[in-house]
């Protein structure tokens, strides 16, 4: 994905006027045209989008450029659906294997010492807001997921780790792109499938993952320019993947 998609980069002028919708050439699926351009990936590819509904949402951040030039990190959703029609398909296996790697490290899983009297407050936060979570993941799952408070995680039953493999290798490549998404922003798979299971909105996905952080924030105050940056990124980085996932739905 070139680095325009990730930062400020403006890239050259607006060249069309109006963006619109079709069904694609093949009958399968939907493109965005461009005036008379179908949109295209970064390879160059035409960009078919699964549903119409998403064909929208992406013609409407084109729609949104400006005339002094186009700036792809205001296009969040091209990013996603460029990503599922070309990197999923080509590293699926590698992508799961990276996901999974990651599991026993997971957010969720970590747990601030109890018996620290500078922990104790954020032990008792997590205790409250991320074991109902947990309890939701036994009972889905039909493993009890194991906490540490070590550094370099703890080890999760080898059941878990194989029924979380296999709802990764059950998605579609729309999926599994969004999951990979948010599991990158959240550094957490668990808060991932939550949110692609429609376990957790994407409000309490955001703090849960800020959890500690803002507790935090509200004992020693905000720094301007960094924790609010942070947290509007994170907005932006979850919201899109999971409005991307509504999207590509096919009802």
């Not at 990730?6 to 890239?11: E, H, K, L, Q």
Request: proline fraction near 4%; hydrophobic fraction near 45%.
């Amino acid at each position: 994905m070139p680095m325009s998609f990730m930062t400020g980069s403006i890239v050259g002028k607006r060249f069309y006027k109006q963006v619109t919708t079709r069904p694609a050439d093949d009958g399968i699926g939907w493109s965005v045209m461009l005036d008379y351009r179908t949109l295209k990936t970064p390879s160059k590819r035409p960009l078919k989008c699964s549903t119409l509904s998403l064909a929208k949402a992406i013609a409407a951040e084109w729609d949104y450029q400006l005339t002094d030039g186009i700036r792809p990190f205001t296009m969040p959703l091209m990013k996603l659906a460029c990503t599922a029609l070309e990197r999923v398909p080509l590293t699926r296996p590698k992508i799961i294997e990276n996901l999974i790697a990651r599991f026993n490290q997971d957010l969720v899983f970590c747990r601030a010492p109890d018996d620290n009297v500078l922990t104790s407050g954020v032990y008792e936060l997590q205790v409250k807001k991320i074991d109902p979570l947990l309890k939701w993941v036994e009972s889905e799952f039909g493993f009890k997921p194991v906490v540490y408070s070590s550094f370099f995680g703890g080890k999760q039953e080898d059941g878990l780790i194989k029924t979380v493999e296999n709802i990764l290798k059950n998605t579609n490549d729309n999926e599994l792109a969004a999951i990979d998404a948010l599991a990158s922003a959240s550094h957490s798979l668990i808060i991932s499938i939550a949110l692609f299971r429609g376990r957790l909105t994407i409000q309490e996905a955001i703090e849960l993952i800020r959890l500690e952080e803002d507790m935090q924030v509200e004992k020693w105050g905000l720094v301007e320019g960094g924790h609010d940056l942070d947290v509007a990124d994170l907005k932006v980085q979850i919201s899109t993947a999971a409005v991307f996932l509504g999207l590509t739905k096919k009802f």
